[in-house]
């Protein structure tokens, strides 16, 4: 992998735009702007119910159509964000040897800074969300085996929880495993095309945001501890 060492050294700025364009896409709060617009700039969504300016909060003291818009709009921007990203380290890899793990690495990185741009916004005081949405975006399109996974984890936990919050968290934390388990065992191991460093740097890149993902749910976890989260309900 010191391939990708030397292009990151000979590309650098290609890489440094790849990061920042994320950033700056993920902050881009769709939150935020579909509440200002449904409340015809009256409220801030910050200011509403649980504060986070996400899916779950303005589903709950908004509406519906609105939280269906900030769901898909936050997904796609981090659509976006990881497709530019893997293509400008594309560029930057060039003919560099094993260039869908160059690729792979960088979607997970200019993921990361997505949703580091969705949390901390440059746009609104860097207040924002907790990056459910934006973290699911770049699963998409890093590896959709992961994608699945999670959607499928998330999917058990919601049904018999009916909480967001849980199956979010538990998502975050079963994010690196899976990660590990596809890239160790069928990518490095089973498969033989991607190096040793690969799967050692999807696995921390996802233990990243795994742990930012929690941290940013740590008063979730203390309601949840004391059986005060709430389950579930939408403003009609």
Same mark, same amino acid.
Do not use: Q
């Given at each position: @992998?010191?391939?990708?060492?030397?292009? @990151?050294?000979?590309?650098?700025?290609?890489?440094?735009?790849?990061?920042?364009?994320?950033? &700056?896409?993920?902050?881009? /709060?769709?939150?935020?702007? $579909?509440?200002?617009?449904?409340?015809?700039?009256? =409220?801030?969504?910050?200011?509403?119910?649980?504060?986070?300016?996400?899916?779950? /909060? $303005?589903?709950?003291?908004?509406?519906?159509? +609105?939280?269906? &818009?900030?769901?898909?709009?936050?997904?796609?921007?981090? $659509?976006?964000?990881?497709?530019?990203?893997?293509?400008?380290?594309?560029?930057?890899?060039?003919?560099?040897?094993?260039?869908?793990?160059?690729?792979?690495?960088?979607?997970?990185?200019?993921?990361?800074?997505?949703?580091?741009? %969705?949390?901390?916004?440059?746009?609104?005081?860097?207040?924002?969300?907790?990056?459910? $949405?934006?973290?699911?975006?770049?699963?998409?399109?890093?590896?959709?085996?992961?994608?699945?996974?999670?959607?499928?984890?998330? !999917?058990?936990?919601?049904?018999?929880?009916?909480?967001?919050?849980?199956?979010?968290?538990?998502?975050?934390?079963?994010? +690196?495993?899976?990660?590990?388990?596809?890239?160790?065992?069928?990518?490095?191991? @089973? =498969?033989?095309?991607? +190096?040793?460093?690969?799967?050692?740097?999807?696995? &921390?890149?996802?233990?990243?945001?795994?742990?930012?993902?929690?941290?940013? %749910?740590?008063?979730?976890?203390?309601? !949840?501890?004391?059986? =005060? =989260?709430?389950?579930?309900?939408?403003?009609?």
């Amino acid at each position: @992998m010191s391939g990708m060492i030397s292009f @990151m050294e000979r590309s650098w700025y290609l890489v440094l735009i790849a990061v920042v364009a994320s950033y &700056l896409l993920g902050s881009i /709060n769709t939150a935020i702007i $579909v509440t200002k617009i449904a409340t015809k700039g009256k =409220e801030d969504i910050r200011n509403m119910g649980s504060g986070n300016a996400g899916f779950t /909060n $303005v589903l709950r003291s908004v509406g519906k159509v +609105p939280a269906i &818009l900030t769901i898909v709009c936050d997904l796609l921007k981090s $659509v976006i964000a990881v497709l530019i990203g893997g293509w400008l380290f594309a560029i930057a890899a060039g003919n560099t040897e094993n260039l869908s793990a160059v690729v792979r690495i960088g979607k997970y990185i200019c993921g990361f800074f997505c949703i580091l741009g %969705h949390s901390f916004p440059i746009y609104f005081r860097f207040k924002g969300g907790k990056g459910i $949405v934006s973290a699911a975006g770049m699963m998409l399109v890093a590896d959709w085996r992961v994608f699945l996974l999670i959607i499928a984890t998330f !999917l058990l936990v919601f049904i018999f929880s009916k909480i967001i919050s849980l199956a979010s968290i538990t998502c975050a934390v079963m994010f +690196p495993v899976y990660t590990f388990i596809l890239t160790f065992f069928f990518d490095y191991k @089973m =498969e033989g095309n991607y +190096p040793f460093l690969y799967w050692i740097l999807c696995t &921390l890149a996802a233990l990243g945001i795994c742990v930012f993902v929690v941290i940013k %749910h740590s008063s979730n976890i203390g309601r !949840l501890i004391r059986g =005060e =989260e709430k389950k579930i309900t939408a403003k009609k």
